[in-house]
């Protein structure tokens, strides 16, 4: 309820402390034969009830309440569109906030599989092998360009030596994480 109508009620409620005595007075004024009337005729009744100021009192307070009802009923009606073109907009961002959200969930979770198969024991095998065989390929290069005496005996020796003891290294690895339970 509105101040407006607090107000309005507490000034008439507090302004004659005989109100609440007003039918009561207003009946000890009529005849029996009034009286009898008002009892058995329901349109005297109604007639009589709606000339009561509390009655008059509390049907203008009803009609202001409704009014103000309908007035805000009427505010909302005029708000629906608004609220149809927001919750539009907030789907709207939901839904492209949870689609990039998705594609990055999608991209960490490759990233992840990336790292997971680079880092799994099949392929950590694969490129000690790989290394072995790209050792063992520099070695026979290496040999070969000896023979063919494109490098003196010095430096062949000390690439080539250098080059099997990483090519055995690579391959005593490969043999251990093989033959490990990984």
């Known amino acids: 309820m509105s101040t407006r ?3 309005s009620q507490e000034n008439q409620h507090g302004s004659s402390s005989t109100t609440h005595d007003g039918p009561v007075a207003t009946l000890k004024n009529k005849s029996v034969d009034e009286l009898r009337k008002l009892l058995s005729n329901k349109d005297a009744y109604q007639q009589f009830l709606h000339s009561l100021e509390e009655v008059k009192i509390q049907n203008h307070v009803n009609d202001e309440l409704c009014k103000e009802n ?3 009923a009427e505010e909302n009606l005029r708000k629906e569109p608004r609220i149809v073109e927001l919750r539009n907009q907030y789907r709207i961002i939901c839904t492209t906030e949870l689609a990039a959200a998705q594609e990055k969930l999608n991209e960490l979770y490759r990233e992840k599989e990336k790292i997971i198969k680079l880092n799994s024991p099949l ?3 694969q490129r ?3 290394a072995m065989n790209k050792t063992d390929e520099e070695s026979e290069n290496l040999h070969h360009q000896f023979l063919d005496r494109e490098i003196e ?3 062949f020796l000390q690439k080539y030596k250098k080059l099997r003891s990483a090519y055995h290294r ?3 690895i490969n ?3 093989k033959t490990s339970n990984i």
Do not use: H, P
Request: proline share 0%; aromatic share 10%.
């Open 5 to 7: 109508f607090r107000g």
């Open 70 to 72: 309908l007035q805000l």
């Open 123 to 125: 392929y950590l095998l």
């Open 128 to 130: 000690i092998q790989d």
């Open 153 to 155: 005996l010095g430096a």
């Open 170 to 172: 690579k391959s005593l």
């Open 175 to 177: 043999l251990a994480a």
